[in-house]
């Protein structure tokens, strides 16, 4: 069965980086679609950033020019690299993948695979 494993989570300060890693197994990696999620506490789970199989990337608003998501195809990583980092990025990050073929990327009924999360505090 699909499995996503995260790390990388931590407690930082603001303005630190951090870099988030998702590990697959048991999937055609190539062929997915990777997305981080982000569910702050009391608040609905958010899109933060996808990596299409075909290489388009696309970013939720308030990230855009401080996170950027990579994948390493031959190794069935995908990693969220976070600068900048601010007191409202606190909250678990979930690594999802979602099929070629679905078009949807912004929500998480698009997707079909989470891992179990990874913490990151942003301390002020």
């Known amino acids: 069965q699909v499995q996503l494993v995260e790390s990388g989570g931590g407690l930082v300060q603001a303005g630190d980086s951090l870099r988030l890693s998702c590990s697959a197994s048991?999937?055609?990696?190539?062929?997915?679609?990777m997305g981080w999620f982000r569910q702050a506490p009391g608040e609905e789970r958010e899109f933060v950033a996808t990596?299409?199989?075909?290489?388009?990337?696309y970013y939720a608003d308030s990230v855009k020019g401080r996170f950027t998501i990579s994948r390493d195809n031959a190794s069935n990583m995908v990693y969220l690299q976070m600068n900048s980092l601010k007191p409202e990025d606190t909250a678990v990050y979930y690594c999802?993948?979602?099929?070629?073929?679905?078009?949807?990327?912004?929500?998480?009924?698009?997707?079909?695979?989470w891992g179990q999360g990874t913490h990151v505090t942003v301390s002020s």
């Open positions: 990596f299409r199989w075909n290489g388009v990337t």
């Open positions: 048991a999937l055609i990696f190539s062929y997915y679609n």
């Open positions: 999802a993948s979602s099929p070629q073929y679905r078009l949807g990327y912004m929500n998480t009924v698009s997707y079909d695979h």
